[in-house]
T-cell receptor
Framework: NAGVTQTPKFRVLKTGQSMTLLCAQD?????MYWYRQDPGMGLRLIHY???????AKGEVPDGYNVSRLKKQNFLLGLESAAPSQTSVYFC?????????FGPGTRLLVL | GESVGLHLPTLSVQEGDNSIINCAYS??????FIWYKQESGKGPQFIID?????DKRQGQRVTVLLNKTVKHLSLQIAATQPGDSAVYFC??????????????FGSGTQLTVLP
C-alpha cells in the first residue's frame, strides 16, 4: 500500500512550457485534491475532485487544469507555465474525513 | 517592488519538555479539525483529528484540545523529541456542510526541539 504518490519529484520549466503532474492513490478514495505551498504559507487548494470524471475549482485555480479519468489518478496540468507558478505542489486524497498527502513535486519556472 | 517575506510563528522547546502549539480557527460552522506535521522536504503527515462533539482527544504522546467557545485548537506533545521538529498545521472542515471535505489550513508553527 503506497498511499499517495506523485510524479515527478522535481522539475524545471521555462516560461511558456507546459507540463502535467501526476498523482496516484491506492486507497480507493473518492476525493482527491491539488494544493500549492509557498514559503511561509499554508496549503492553498487549486482544484479538487469528488469522484471519477468530476472536477471543481479551489481557491487558486487560474493557470491550472485538472482531469480525473480514473478514480486512482488525478492530473494537474500547466498549459503555459509562469514564474508565479514556482512552488511545491501536493496532492491529497480522502475518504470519510482526513486527507492524506503525497510527498510533493517541486516546480521551478524560469 | 520589494517583497515581504512571511514568517511562521516559532516555538523552541528543550528535549523532554512538553510542547503546546496553538491554532485559532475562523469558521464557527467547522465541525472537524486535524493537526498535520510537515518535516522539511516532505508532505504533511496526519497526526490526530477531533470532531466538534468532543473537547479533548488523546493519541500516542499527543493530545488535541478544542475550545469551540473561543474557536481555539491546541496540540500538546508530551516529552518532545528531536524527531518532533517540524512545521505543524491545523486544518478545519465542515463535514456536515457538504463542502466536499475541503480543508482550510492555518499557516503553521515551526517547532524546534533543542538538545
Amino acid at each position: 500500500n503506497a498511499g499517495v504518490t506523485q510524479t515527478p519529484k522535481f522539475r524545471v520549466l521555462k516560461t511558456g512550457q507546459s507540463m502535467t503532474l501526476l498523482c496516484a492513490q491506492d486507497m480507493n478514495h473518492e476525493y482527491m485534491y491539488w494544493y500549492r505551498q509557498d514559503p511561509g504559507m499554508g496549503l492553498r487548494l487549486i482544484h479538487y475532485s469528488v469522484g471519477e470524471g468530476t472536477t471543481a475549482k479551489g481557491e487558486v485555480p487560474d493557470g491550472y487544469n485538472v482531469s480525473r479519468l480514473k478514480k486512482q489518478n488525478f492530473l494537474l496540468g500547466l498549459e503555459s507555465a509562469a514564474p508565479s507558478q514556482t512552488s511545491v505542489y501536493f496532492c491529497a486524497s480522502s475518504s470519510t474525513s482526513g486527507q492524506y498527502f503525497g510527498p510533493g513535486t517541486r516546480l521551478l519556472v524560469l | 517592488g520589494e517583497s515581504v517575506g512571511l514568517h511562521l510563528p516559532t516555538l523552541s522547546v528543550q528535549e523532554g519538555d512538553n510542547s503546546i502549539i496553538n491554532c485559532a480557527y475562523s469558521n464557527s460552522a467547522s465541525d472537524y479539525f486535524i493537526w498535520y506535521k510537515q518535516e522539511s522536504g516532505k508532505g504533511p503527515q496526519f497526526i490526530i483529528d477531533i470532531r466538534s462533539n468532543m473537547d479533548k482527544r488523546q493519541g500516542q504522546r499527543v493530545t488535541v484540545l478544542l475550545n469551540k467557545t473561543v474557536k481555539h485548537l491546541s496540540l500538546q506533545i508530551a516529552a518532545t523529541q528531536p524527531g518532533d521538529s517540524a512545521v505543524y498545521f491545523c486544518a478545519e472542515n465542515n463535514l456536515s456542510g457538504g463542502s466536499a471535505r475541503q480543508l482550510t489550513f492555518g499557516s503553521g508553527t515551526q517547532l524546534t526541539v533543542l538538545p
